[in-house]
Structures are given as structure tokens and as C-alpha cells.
């Protein structure tokens, strides 16, 4: 199996960065990152490679296939990938007029993981434009390897995950119309905190079944309506914790929780220690 066979055109442009180890400290660095014109015969195929990959088609289209995926990348779209497992990606209709950023960083994985629950997928960009120009201002500038720079290089491909993401849940939320029931959905959450709801509840007047509006929430939110809950109430029993002297059986009351036992374990769970722990830390005793 051929590693690569490169055909590009002369006007493309090709940056590589060798990472130091600040750089590799940051939640994202980029090993190397281009802008091609490719040809017919363009074709990169791996079985491995130590980076993530971002592929963004301007003009013309490409092809990518991973071990799970096989996608078309049209204009105005675009796919992440672990390189770390078979990968290949060749022009579909040329010339393929694209971007590719190779990056690393110990939020790579994470990132990805948040961009894809389910399965990699084309992502229709719909900030075409702010992509675009993130994209350019990681090709121009020109890193002298400080601290300083590498921090701005991972704040842009966070950039570029940001849009993506918006993108994502665009796309993912019936063209963004259900936005809207989701934010519904959050504001009886926080009406309602203190009594014992359930996501039934939160459907009673929302135009979604279960499992479509679980899974909606979840791509916008970023979890489940029921961890949402769990943690919006855990987010006042902390304050609660630290600015009174209520007993834990009256802030569990007070938050919502069944009772002082579904208090201790869910609150342990999320924050790692006892509310009792939690107020001793604070200089509150229980």
C-alpha cells in the first residue's frame, strides 16, 4: 500500500512546525498545516500517522475513508480524523481546492470525541467565511516557537473547532429550529430544580418525542437533560454549603434531591468529595 503520492499545484501552500514542548503542553499544536490545489491523481493513504487531521474543501471535492467512514467533502465542508488508525483521502472531482491543518495537543482526543458522539461525519461549515480566515491566519503567521505563539496557534484550531461545533448542532437540530426547544427545556430546568421533575416533565409542552429530544439536548447541551439537572442542582447546593449553616438534609430538600443519601452520593460522584468535605474546605463546619 502506497504511503502518499502528492500531486499539487505550484501556488499551494505547505507549513510545517516542529512542536516544542511547551507547544505539546497546549490543549492543541500543529505539526503541519497547507492549502492545495490538488490534482487527479492526489491520493494520501496511511495506516497510521501520530497527529489528528482537518480537512476543509473550498472548490472542487475530495474524497476521505477512515476504518469506520467513507465521506465526499464538498465545498464548504469539512471532517476531523484521528490519524492514528487507517486513513486515505484523494481528489473526487479536481481540481480539489482545500485546507488541512495536521494538529496534536492534549485536548485533541477530548475535542474530537465532543465533535462526533456518534460518528464521523461531513460538517457543513456555516460560517464559511470566519473558517476560512482562521484557517489563513494559522498558514501566515509566522511562529518564533515562544510560549506566545504557541498559545495563539492552539486558540485558533480551538477557533476552528468552535464553528465546527456550531456547525455540528446546526445541521444535528433540524437546521437549528430546535435550538430554541432545547432553551425551553433549560429554563424549566432552572424554574423547577427543587422539585422532583423528570425529563417527562420537561416534554409535557415540547413538540419532541423522548428519544429525539434526549438526543437533541445532548448535542446542544452536551449531556443529558437528567445530568443537566443533577448538576444544576449541585451547583446550588454548593452555594448553599458555603454560605449557610442548613443541614445537609435541608440543602438536599432545598436542591431537589430525594433525599440526604441521593444528596451525599450524587454530589460525591460530580465534585469527588461529601458536601460535608465540600463545606470543611470552605471553612464552614457541618
Known amino acids: 500500500m502506497p504511503k502518499q503520492e502528492e500531486n499539487f499545484a505550484p501556488e499551494s501552500v505547505w507549513h510545517t512546525l516542529t512542536p516544542n514542548a511547551a507547544a505539546l503542553s497546549m490543549p ?18 496511511r495506516r497510521r500517522h501520530e497527529s489528528h487531521l482537518l480537512l476543509y474543501t473550498v472548490s472542487g471535492s475530495g ?11 464538498t465545498p464548504g465542508s469539512c471532517a476531523v480524523i484521528d490519524c492514528r488508525s487507517y486513513h486515505k483521502y484523494n481528489t473526487q472531482l479536481a481540481p480539489w481546492n482545500f485546507y488541512w491543518v495536521h494538529f496534536q495537543g492534549v485536548a485533541a482526543s477530548a475535542m474530537l470525541s465532543v465533535l462526533y458522539p456518534a460518528r464521523i461525519t461531513a460538517i457543513a461549515v456555516q460560517d464559511t467565511q470566519g473558517f476560512t480566515q482562521l484557517l489563513e491566519g494559522i498558514l501566515t503567521q509566522e511562529s518564533s516557537g515562544t510560549v506566545a ?32 426547544t432545547v432553551a425551553a427545556a433549560v429554563e424549566y430546568i432552572r424554574a423547577h430544580y ?53 443541614s445537609i438534609e435541608q440543602i438536599a430538600e432545598d436542591c431537589g434531591f430525594r433525599d440526604a443519601s441521593n444528596f ?23
Open 28 to 45: 492543541f499544536c500543529i505539526t503541519e498545516a497547507g492549502h492545495f490545489y490538488a490534482a487527479e491523481s492526489y491520493l494520501v493513504e
Open 63 to 73: 474524497r476521505l475513508i477512515t476504518q469506520d467512514a467513507e465521506l465526499t467533502l
Open 149 to 180: 505563539d504557541s498559545m495563539e496557534l492552539s486558540a485558533q484550531i480551538h477557533g476552528l473547532f468552535n464553528l465546527l461545533a456550531a456547525s455540528a448542532v446546526y445541521a444535528d437540530t433540524n437546521d437549528g429550529t430546535h435550538n430554541a
Open 194 to 246: 427543587a422539585e422532583p421533575i423528570t425529563v417527562d416533565d420537561m416534554l409535557r409542552a415540547l413538540p419532541l418525542s423522548k428519544y429525539y429530544f434526549i438526543r437533541t439536548f445532548r448535542r446542544v447541551m452536551g449531556t443529558t437533560p437528567y445530568s443537566y439537572l443533577t448538576v444544576y442542582r449541585i451547583n446550588h447546593a454548593k452555594v448553599l454549603l458555603r454560605s449557610t449553616r442548613q
Open 264 to 286: 451525599i452520593a450524587h454530589f460525591k460522584k460530580c465534585i469527588g468529595q461529601t458536601p460535608a468535605a465540600y463545606r470543611r474546605d470552605f471553612g464552614q463546619m457541618p
